[in-house]
């Protein structure tokens, strides 16, 4: 079963989103990730047919949904929809929560439970007397009853707790996988939308900007956005319209695709600190057991696209901002040409004081990706 | 399912628009038919009785000392009913579970026994002493909306206000939040207290020396001319400045309420921490007790002092009080069966009626609430008379119905409509579109989802919403009078008894009605637990 979207557009106000054109496979995990408000609840809105587009068509296997002349109601569309508050009847135990939705028996109800991860002793609960994690596996089971032919997640894990994301993750994969029908998940979350998705499509302003594995868009990410949200970058506009543009640390080439405005996506490992070139105090050494080296990033089944040549050695001075500590390292916050950048330290290196002047460079290849603004 | 257009027709549209002709029928109607007949007086048209609204001084006087029969009566309100739902919702005050739900228990005396009870007490009859006695009478709306206004609040909202800004602010904030709710309250004892004539009427036989404008609305009605005369013209002129007065005042009340808090049934909620009251717990205790003392305690002692013979020149005894009930439950036993059958019949009709609408106004059309607004902006003798020349024209098919009880369950349905409306389209607002729509996305069919998933998330409100209509059958005068089916309900038979000096039976009527008021609430409360405040 094969979900396609084909120039579908909706307005509402001053909100437009589309076109979009969006294929999803059976079996496999479409994640939407993009900022709030950037349309990702109302394409699955759309899809599921509670909203009505102003233009385009939804397909789903051969029937269509959506299309000119044509709108099947939600109720006959067999969608199965994880709502992002969940949207649990709160007078309604587990188990007739699932009977009602799928219009099934006890029994099957109970699989569905089970196979959700809510454990027997849980089923004739009310939702007020279930954990965060528990209801949202009832709201899963809900979405599964009935057997439904597309599977939407809005905000899966939003009210569930971290220590509790991973098991939650492992059920929603199993069950994204184990049926015929396409699953689409939405989320604003990084770390969710890398472990759930086989197919990851950024969505800001209303429009994708771009879509591929989850390795790919890690790995050579084509806008500014994407860069920010998956790898964490921070952005330096480059100056110029030919090939070669540049900026406070050197020149780069544009890959051919680019158009318009460019930009380098910095990732906190991307610089490096001079050292020997501090302008105030020696800094403090760091700790021993404290950073970790940064994750290297999945390999890529895109075809590799020139996006860089090799790198300037160009250094500037910067000052520190600010430090902290996450589970790559310790990260200085430093400012380049008035903007806050993260800089990685690498394990044992000293650690600068905040106020303090440090001299910076590329240590790697950085990226260059579309600036904001541009689509796909 | 592939290419073909199927029709996304909204569920339950055609109830709606059903149960608006319903409702157009009983309120819009009537009242349009009237309007319109004061325009053509001895059958051409004039503006005659337009003209002499507020035309002599007297009037202008009457309406002035309505207006300030209702502030003060609605200051009383909002000072005892506001206060004790600040009390009981915000403070470790002692016995707070109880006395909660105490303070509506006022409703259950028709405000007329209110002032009798009093007025066999004390021989004032000054105007701030009625709008005291109307003020406790209807507290019950100020003391639920407060509640219901502070219980909206997410403390969290209130500790952050705290900690930045300090107890001041907090408090400041904490009423800024609830003043949409609290206004409400107040609006509503406003257009209760501008439209009853019953209380202040009562007092004249005290030799008061003041009349409101709702008095002389009263009669004008009493002997308004033949239909189509000018003098019928007058009087429904007459009654546009109350019309008015009453009808700025629900807006308001409208508008305050679309503003107040709303806390979805699905929100992440936090309740207001409570305030400990340390040495003013007595004052507080004090203080929450009056609205009880003088709304039930008071009337139910002098009522059943009057059952057993106080009045008569004999001296109380128990012997008298026996056969006092005795000649009710024999003598009276079909009236009061007849009343009470009859309130919960219009309480079933506010409910059946008020829910679609409610639903609708909730979510697709809320003019709905504004417009439901209208049998309560009218006075209800206005109303009476509505439905009176409307039903009883022979020339329209309802003329059938005209001396059926259907009158008078359609009349008092009508007249607590819109508090139905109100309320049910407030807990409406509250269920997530989520719920439906998951219950859409499931396949099930409108009527299924009604019953399984709307229904039973409404219920409570429902169910606080006939009890209301059905209390507020019970105490409502002016339909009765007015009505012909009337004659036999309560409220009219009381008045009718004790003007006539048989208060022994009146005082245990009185106390029978107020027990039959009080069945449903007990009824609930051995049902569920709970007396069901939170719901309105």
Known sequence: MTLRISELRFARKAFELGPIDLEAQGGRMLVLIGPSGGGKTTLLRLIAGLEAASGGSITLGDDLLTGPGTFVPAAARRVGFVFQGLAL??????????????????????????????????????????????A??????????????????????????????????????ALAREGEHPTLCVTHDREEALAL?????????????????????????????????????????????????????????????????????????????HQGDHSQSQPKAAPEAGPLPATPLPASTRPATPTTTAFPTKTLLAPVLDRHFDERGCLLDIEIEGQPFSLLLRPGEPIPDPGMQVRVGLDRTPLVVQADGGSE | MGGKVIQSARPGSKTFWLVLLVFVLLAILPLLYLFFGSFFPEGSFSLEAWRKILATETERVQLLHSAILGGLATLFALLLGGGTAWLTERTDLPMARALGPM???????????????????????????????????????????????????????YESTLLARGRLRAELFLLRQCLADILAGALLVLVFVLSNHGVPEFFSVKK????????????????????????????????????????????????????????????????LPLRALGRGKLPALLFALILPLLGIVMPLWRMLLWSAGSTANHGTSMQTAIESFRRVVTELSGDLGYTLGMAALAGGLVVLVALPLAWEAARRKPWIEALSLIPLAVPGVLLGVALVRLWNDPHLPLARLYDTPALLVAGYGTRFLPLGVLALANAARRLPASFDEAARLSGRGPVLRWLKIQGPLLLPTAVSVFILGYILSLRELDLAVILPPGNDMVPRRLANIVHFGNEDVGGALAVLLALGAALPILMRILLTGKAGRADL
Do not use: N
Not at chain 2, 226 to 231: D, E, I
């Open chain 1, 197 to 273: 998705a086989d197919d990851l499509v950024v969505l800001a302003g209303g429009r994708i900007l771009e879509r591929g594995r989850p390795s790919e868009l890690c790995r050579e990410p084509r806008h500014a956005f994407t860069a920010r949200f998956l790898l964490r970058a921070d952005i330096l506009p480059l100056q110029g319209t030919g090939p070669k543009r540049g900026c406070a640390l050197g020149s780069f080439s544009v890959p051919d695709w680019l158009q318009g405005e460019a930009a380098l996506a910095l990732r906190p490992g991307d610089l490096r600190i």
């Open chain 1, 89 to 134: 009847w709160p007078h309604m135990k587990a188990l007739a929560q699932v009977r009602f939705a799928g219009k099934c028996g006890k029994k099957e109800a109970t699989e569905l439970l089970l196979r959700a991860g809510l454990p027997a002793s849980l089923h004739k609960r009310l939702p007020g007397a279930l954990s965060g994690g528990e």
């Open chain 2, 103 to 157: 303070a509506l228990l006022p409703l259950l005396f028709p405000p007329i026994v209110v002032a009798m009870s009093f007025a066999d007490l004390s021989t004032a009859t000054g105007l701030p002493v009625v709008a005291l006695l109307l003020g406790v009478s209807h507290a019950p709306f100020a003391a639920a909306l407060t509640a219901r206004g502070l219980r909206s609040i997410d403390g969290r909202l």
């Open chain 2, 208 to 271: 008061k020396s003041w009349f409101v404008y709702s008095e002389a609305v009263f009669l004008r009605w009493s002997a308004p001319g033949k239909p189509g005369s000018l003098r019928a013209a007058e009087a429904v002129a007459s009654s546009a400045p109350l019309l008015l007065l009453i009808g700025l005042a629900l807006l308001i009340c409208l508008r305050a309420r679309r503003k107040g808090t709303l806390v979805t049934v699905a929100s992440d909620f936090r309740p």
């Open chain 1, 136 to 173: 949202q596996r009832l709201a899963v089971a809900r979405a599964l009853a009935g057997h439904p032919r597309l599977l939407l997640l809005d905000e899966p894990l939003r009210s569930v707790d971290p220590h509790l994301r991973d098991g939650l993750q492992r059920t929603l994969r």
